[in-house]
């Protein structure tokens, strides 16, 4: 038990549509990393916030977009969605600290999305 | 592109040890060795990391090699509930102003500890 939950669990949608997917971060964490892990391939990094703004980003469309709130919670937000957005999508916390390297990121279970 | 190289698939007899290999033959000298595992459908859960030291936790111990090319990942006694995927991750510590870096997964190793 990691404390990071998302929701929902299972999710479906259609080609086109928009979906919001939500990530509560382990109480005292402030970063949120956001993963879409296609069936049978390692996650793959969409982006991360830290201190509600985005910082860094993988190679993902501009239509993946995020949001991080005050509380550290986030959401993941795809637009115009498309067959191959069929995923399992992760969220990672960690606690970043200026000139602190250390940072160990702890993974929630994950939103099964389905585009049909 | 992950920077490791792991074996597509293990397996182990329950209750023996289990070693899981990896090469990073590029890692650089502030980059640390991370291990991940995924039980099905589930998060990736942390298990271990280390520079050059070997490491024990409660979970595994982490062998590196004095070169720092390879390592292995001990389970010391493996049970059914450690068959899962295991991702070896190099990753830098540098400081990036305050926020962290990613993770760079590859395929890992799909370990199937058996009766």
């Known amino acids: 038990e990691t404390g990071v939950t998302q929701s929902p669990t299972h999710l479906i949608k259609t080609r086109g549509q928009q979906v919001t997917l939500r990530c509560s971060s382990q109480s005292g964490h402030n970063t949120v990393s956001w993963y879409q892990q296609a069936l049978g391939q390692g996650p793959q990094f969409i982006f991360q916030?830290?201190?509600?703004?985005?910082?860094g980003r993988g190679n993902f469309p501009p239509r993946f977009s995020g949001l991080q709130f005050p509380n550290y919670s986030s959401e993941l937000n795809v637009n115009a969605l498309e067959l191959d957005d069929s995923a399992l999508y992760l969220c990672?916390?960690?606690?970043?600290?200026?000139?602190?390297?250390?940072?160990?990121?702890?993974f929630g279970a994950g939103t099964r999305l389905s585009v049909l | 592109d992950a920077k490791t190289t792991q074996p597509p698939s293990m397996d182990c007899a329950e209750g023996r040890a289990a070693n899981l290999p990896c090469n990073h033959s590029t890692i650089s000298g502030n980059e640390y060795v991370y291990w991940y595992r995924q039980i099905h459908s589930q998060g990736p859960q942390y298990i271990i990391h280390?520079?050059?030291n070997n490491e024990t936790n409660e979970m595994a111990s982490l062998i590196i090699t004095e070169d720092r090319k390879s390592s292995t990942l001990i389970l010391p006694h493996a049970t059914l509930r450690d068959t899962a995927v295991y991702y070896c991750i190099v990753r830098s510590h540098r400081d990036y102003g305050g926020s962290q870096g990613n993770l760079i997964f590859g395929k890992g190793t799909k370990l199937s500890v058996k009766p």
């Open positions: 916030y830290y201190r509600e703004e985005e910082n």
């Open positions: 280390g520079l050059k």
């Open positions: 990672a916390s960690s606690l970043a600290r200026p000139g602190v390297s250390k940072n160990i990121q702890y």
